[in-house]
């Protein structure tokens, strides 16, 4: 399909702001101070506005293509479509953690929301060294609330099937099915990795269990429709404000388009994965402090997950069959499949396509220590994830293979 819709720019943007009545009330576009424009994912365009008075709003246009590539991988803009409508959905069941949606433009693929730039993305935060005290416990929270809500659970039969058909999303979901699940495990043109880590690199394709297990989580990934997921919830997709003693002000989940009804597990092991990437980097950087608060992380996200999906258990819409027991034998499942996913983001995040600064910044001697860490980790995580560790003992494993894996001065 060919699109010609007319792209926002410095140019354009106050105008095309002003057209829009709905926004009137949020921010004056005839005194616009400040057009920036901060997109830093792989995807889309995103400006910032600011007036006079230092109110802002943020835009968000979905482009044909995708930005990382360019126009020679074509994408369907709809994908704005998608995360609109999840991000409205999910702010009925955690509005608090997510960002305020103005308005949606269906022709020109345009999402007006709230400006958060008084936080920061919580990647840069991490990487930074940043402490940010609660925000993990606020992602399993959100992680909670929003699947428990579209889960036949909190929405009912109906419903959750009328949910899938509205956001079945498979462009999108291909990607993830190429460079999470398969990509990393054969050679291919989108790979790339330091020459000193291609010995790291084979043994993941010829790891024959994890090849396995990624086909078991891909199946899963790709039938398992047990909630409208964020998709895509790494620690650049949470914006986090703390005060000066770290203590929270504000976190927020946004950027959902890669939302569909997946695997619940699917966006707790992508939040898992991201800590230990976090982890990896502060470990070759020797950050004492920060590695005892980056290790906390994945079982404070988890503790609170699990503690917000069984306070909503009680609401649930039909008990005949879906009792308690249920609920214990789906905690297990989900932590099981959360650390499988976390190898295969973990994989894909240094072998793969669209890496993550908290790696690729570090100096070459010490990045190659850190990729190898985070691929022995995953290597490690299919392994044990069938062994019923606590996540707190999950995490101290991964830390163990990091510290050994460390290079460069001071390893
Ligand atoms: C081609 S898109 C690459 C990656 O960017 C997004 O953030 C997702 O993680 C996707 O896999
Ligand atoms: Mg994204």
Known sequence: MEYTYEFLSTDNIVGYLASRPETSSIIDTNSIVEIKEVGDGNLNLVFILKDNLGKGIVLKQAIPYVRLVGPSWPMSPDRARIEYETTVIHSQAAAHLVPEIYFYDTERFIIAMEDLSDHKVWRTALNNGDINYG????????????????????????????????????????????????????????????????ADAQAIINDEQMVLEMGHLKFSFMTASEALIHGDLHTGSVMVKSDAAGAEISTRA??????????????????????????????????????????????AMWTSFEFHFRSLWPTRQDKRVFNDSLLDDLMVSWKEGAFGFAAAKLVRRIVGLAKTSDIETLEPDLREGAARGVLRSAQMLVRERHNHLSVDAMTAKVKEIMQEARTGKGA
Do not use: M, Q, W
């Open 135 to 198: 925000s993990a416990e606020s992602v399993g929270e959100y992680i909670a609330k929003v699947t428990f809500a579209t889960s036949i659970f909190g929405a009912g039969a109906e419903a959750h099937k009328k949910g899938i058909a509205r956001a079945i999303n498979p462009e999108i979901c291909l990607i993830t099915e190429d460079l999470v699940f398969t990509e990393p495990y054969f050679p291919g043109d989108r790979n790339s990795y330091l020459p000193s880590n291609e």
């Open 254 to 299: 946004f950027d959902s388009e890669f939302s569909f009804y997946g695997p619940i597990a699917f966006d707790i092991g992508a939040v898992f994965a991201n800590f230990y990437i976090a982890l990896a980097r502060s470990i070759a950087l020797g950050r004492t402090e920060h590695i005892a608060f980056l290790e906390t992380l994945p079982n």
